[in-house]
Structures are given as C-alpha cells and as structure tokens.
C-alpha cells in the first residue's frame, strides 16, 4: 500500500515568489493535515481537512497561505508571497478519520522549502 | 508556556545501553499519548500509541503515561545503531484530532 505522497521534495525560490505543495494521502483516509516543522521543532498545524471540508484553519496564516482538498482526496497548500521565515519543512499526514478508535497519522515525507 | 515540552538533547548513547525519552504536558484533557520516529528528512512514523495511564510494551520499546504528573516517558532496551533519530512526543484530548508535538529529541546509538 502506496503511502503519503508529497511533491515536489525540495522547493528553492526567492522571496516574494508563489510556491506550492502537492499531497496524495493514502486511500481512503478521510482526515488530511498540513503541518509546518521549523529546525529542532516539532510538527505545527496549520489546517485539517475532514474529507473536503477545512474544520481547523485557526493556525493557517491566511494573508498569504491558502489550501485547498476539492474532492475530499488529494490537497495543495500555496503560500503566495512567499518570506524569509517561510523556510520550513512542510508535511503532509492522513488518518481514517474522527470516530475511528485508532486515528493513526501517517506522513509523507515533506516539502523542503529554502526561501532566499 | 507550551502545551508539551521536551528535552530536544541531543542525547548520544553506546550500544546496548537502555534510553530513557521523556515529556511533560500541561492540558489535563490530554487523553491519547503518541512516539513518533523521525529519521533525518524523511516524515514521522509512529512507534507507540497509548491511551490514558499505564504501560505499554511493543518488542523493545516500552511507554510509560503518568497522568497525574503530565508526565510520559519512553524506554529504548538494547539500543541499536539503527534507533539513531529523532523521537517526538505527540498528545490529543478525547474529543478532538488535535496533536500537540513536542520539540523532538535527537538520539545518537554509538556502535
């Protein structure tokens, strides 16, 4: 069973520039999550999507990030324009869904952006 | 003050040697206490999964949840090179699908 999938692995642009992420999470997982990991940081939320639906924004900084899961599957986080301080990892995870007794997050490997 | 803090280390060990990882928690509500894995560039996985207070023990790894002191821990038996990564700690309340991670500690296992 494929994983969490998230491209592009690595992302350089300039400051000011748009950029964005891609995730495929793994099927039929209801629940997608966009975290943002600093160096020597934990995982941060930004948003949780329950199928389609965005239930948890309140972190996602929305003067300049967006995201979107249209058909409930697959998700894109877009940071427009992008800053110094953006420089981060971004992941990506899925899990069954709320209800579900064991709601196991799997991950994805992460977007590495270096904004210069 | 966070909601969960952790030692970030980084903590270098021999061989063999018994690992003891350990968090502290703020929000009583926390119900569902998570270990996560995370190898360099590469995303967290899950290690251990424990709900409310007591042991729990998978092969070599053994967590510890002591909900009257916010306090969870994780041992490592028998360390191996291989365990070399970064552990974080990860938390949620019985109502929501909320994780709260630690800061994540580096562990090195010295052949």
């Known amino acids: 069973e494929a994983g969490v999938v998230q491209s592009p692995r690595y992302k350089i642009?300039?400051?000011?520039?748009?950029?964005?992420?891609?995730?495929?999470?793994?099927?039929?997982?209801?629940?997608?999550?966009?975290?943002?990991?600093?160096?020597?940081?934990?995982?941060?939320?930004?948003?949780?999507?329950?199928?389609?639906?965005?239930?948890?924004?309140?972190?996602?900084?929305?003067?300049?990030?967006?995201a979107e899961r249209l058909k409930g599957v697959d998700s894109t986080l877009k940071i427009q324009p992008a800053e110094l301080g953006d420089s981060a990892?971004?992941?990506?995870?899925?899990?069954?869904?709320?209800?579900?007794?064991?709601?196991?997050?799997?991950?994805?490997?992460g977007t590495r952006l270096t904004v210069l | 003050q966070k909601e969960v803090e952790q030692d970030p280390g980084p903590l270098s060990v021999p061989e063999g040697a018994i690992v003891s990882l350990?968090?502290?928690?703020?929000?009583?509500?926390?119900?569902?206490?998570m270990w996560y894995r995370q190898y360099s560039?590469?995303?967290?996985?899950?290690?251990?999964?424990?709900?409310?207070?007591?042991?729990k023990e998978d092969g070599r790894f053994t967590a510890q949840v002591d909900k009257s002191s916010k306090y969870i821990s994780l041992?490592?038996?028998?360390?191996?090179?291989?365990?070399?990564?970064?552990?974080?700690?990860?938390?949620?309340?019985?109502?929501?699908?909320?994780?709260?991670?630690?800061?994540?500690?580096s562990l090195t296992v010295i052949p």
Request: aromatic share 16%.
């Open chain 2, 22 to 33: 350990n968090c502290t928690y703020s929000n009583s509500a926390f119900q569902y206490f």
């Open chain 1, 89 to 109: 990892v971004y992941l990506c995870a899925s899990s069954l869904g709320a209800g579900h007794a064991n709601n196991e997050q799997f991950f994805g490997p």
């Open chain 1, 13 to 66: 642009i300039e400051k000011k520039q748009p950029v964005a992420f891609w995730c495929n999470p793994i099927s039929g997982h209801n629940t997608l999550y966009w975290y943002l990991q600093n160096l020597g940081q934990g995982p941060e939320l930004l948003i949780r999507y329950e199928n389609e639906e965005a239930v948890d924004d309140s972190q996602l900084p929305k003067d300049r990030f967006s």
């Open chain 2, 75 to 105: 041992f490592i038996r028998d360390s191996q090179p291989s365990d070399s990564a970064t552990y974080l700690c990860a938390m949620s309340s019985n109502t929501g699908n909320q994780f709260y991670f630690g800061t994540g500690t």
């Open chain 2, 41 to 55: 560039r590469k995303g967290p996985e899950l290690l251990m999964y424990t709900y409310s207070s007591g042991n």
